[in-house]
């Protein structure tokens, strides 16, 4: 589903899409690369479900490096290069005052005035890239919530801002269950998802047969709150 103001993926959009589905996508996080996983709840899970991922900074995004990941997550970033909210309570800590010196070389390294050009710069190219990537999901589950709605309270406002429906999954999942039930018995990922860790393999291979058995029977799961409440 598309909006008015949303255009269709291009064919090598759609071709990415297509490899997406059968080989793990490469995964980026913005991050300035001296932060730990715990700094941030999605770089946390990545790292404990053993899922790979690479850091990238300003050099990486202006040198077009973000063209070789499939999957870009911005870690808390405040991209007017007023050095974030911590600038005033922190403003005589070594980590901070590092961190602020590092943005200047940055800049002057790629030719900008000040920092603030340089974060307008970054911010520029990431929006290339989202924009490349096809129709939002966000956008999508917009359109989910808003859509011939002219009822609303400044309370019904809020909840549909916290919906928590999955929009994003509505492809991929359908299409993860069928891939799943297609497999022959003997096949390795249906007897074991991860030899090489051995319980944690198993583990997860009982939370993915789980989770495929609900599935199949409530649609439902492609709430979050829903799945939050399994427990997965």
Do not use: C
Not at 112 to 138: F, M, T
């Amino acid at each position: 589903m598309t909006t008015e103001n949303e255009k269709e993926p291009s064919n090598q959009v759609q071709d990415s899409r297509r490899r997406f589905l059968k080989t793990a996508g490469k995964i980026a996080v913005y991050t300035p690369g001296n932060t730990n996983p715990w700094d941030d709840a999605v770089t946390l899970a990545l790292t404990y479900a053993d899922i790979p991922y690479d850091e990238i900074w300003d050099p990486d995004v202006l040198q077009g490096k973000l063209r070789d990941y499939e999957w870009l997550h911005l870690h808390h970033e405040d991209f007017t290069g007023q050095y974030s909210k911590f600038y005033i309570s922190y403003a005589g800590s070594s980590w901070l005052q590092d961190a602020v010196k590092q943005q200047q070389e940055i800049a002057r390294q790629f030719g900008y005035a000040d920092v603030p050009a340089l974060k307008k710069a970054v911010a520029e190219e990431i929006r290339k890239y989202v924009e490349n990537g096809g129709p939002s999901a966000r956008g999508q589950h917009a359109v989910r919530v808003l859509e011939n709605r002219k009822d609303f309270t400044l309370d019904g406002l809020v909840a549909a801002a916290y919906d928590s429906y999955l929009t994003w999954f509505e492809k991929p999942l359908p299409a993860l269950i069928k891939a799943y039930d297609a497999l022959p018995a003997a096949d390795p990922l249906a007897v074991d998802l991860d030899d090489r860790h051995h319980k944690i393999g198993r583990t997860r291979q009982k939370r993915l047969v789980r989770f495929v058995s609900l599935f199949r029977r409530e649609q439902p799961l492609l709430d979050l709150n829903a799945l939050i409440a399994r427990k997965f």
